[in-house]
């Protein structure tokens, strides 16, 4: 999952808060120039401490919501002023944004729900605020996480895994492969043409999504040897 840059995330904050460019600027007390410099990555623009704390202030009426907020921008600014072997420990699995699919997935499940309800689930799960930006695509979750919101919303956890982009545990032992052995993926790698049309008629959509994902990766590794 790719990360998002600190311009990026100031600018999904505001789009989440209902905000265009020059509401958020006048509430700032800056020019709707200068937000827009920071909002553009190839403005190479890089805001204050301050003015970041101030844009979830801004931003996000909930406490805990504007810690989180708080909080990523900090991160992703952070990331930007230090040397590479630094950001990448300012870099963890849980910071980064879930695939569209699982924010598509949680924000369903959430439907519904009044605020006061999300904010007591978040809280019992310890996310600390970062339950509803997990659905509007601001922040992460790990494994573990995903698999007590699942449990939480009384949902199938190996749906939420899928969908979060991890591997049920139940799948381990079978993609992994110990030495001499072929493992699932090499197996599906490698299946015929004509074995594939008829697996097609018997597999669920998502399968032959896989397999055919798998056996375009290989085509494309074959072709930068």
Not at 142 to 167: H, I, M, S, W
Request: charged content about 30%; glycine content about 8%; hydrophobic content about 45%.
């Amino acid at each position: 999952m790719a990360e998002a840059t600190l311009w990026n995330l100031i600018r999904e904050v505001r789009t989440r808060a209902g905000l265009n460019p020059r509401e958020l600027a006048r509430q700032l007390k800056m020019s709707p120039a200068h937000l827009y410099q920071i909002e553009d990555e190839k403005s190479g623009a890089l805001p204050s401490d301050e003015t970041l704390r101030a844009i979830a202030r801004v931003c996000c009426e909930d406490l805990q919501e504007r810690a989180a907020v708080t909080q990523s921008l900090l991160l992703a600014r952070a990331r930007l002023i230090v040397s590479a072997e630094v950001a990448a420990y300012l870099s963890p699995r849980g910071e980064e944004k879930m695939p569209e699919e699982f924010q598509r997935r949680v924000q369903a499940d959430l439907k519904g729900r009044s605020e006061t309800e999300i904010r007591f689930l978040d809280a019992q799960l310890g996310f600390n605020g970062r339950l509803g930006l997990v659905a509007a695509g601001l922040a992460g979750l790990t494994k573990n996480e995903v698999r007590a919101l699942a449990v939480a919303l009384d949902q199938p956890v190996e749906d939420y895994l899928v969908a979060a982009g991890y591997f049920p545990d139940w799948m381990l032992p079978l993609v992994r492969k110990e030495e001499g052995e072929v493992g699932l993926f090499d197996a599906l790698r490698n299946i015929s043409g004509k074995a594939l049309g008829e697996l097609a008629s018997v597999l669920p959509p998502a399968w032959m999504k896989l397999i055919q994902g798998l056996q375009a990766a290989k085509v494309e590794v074959g072709e930068k040897k």
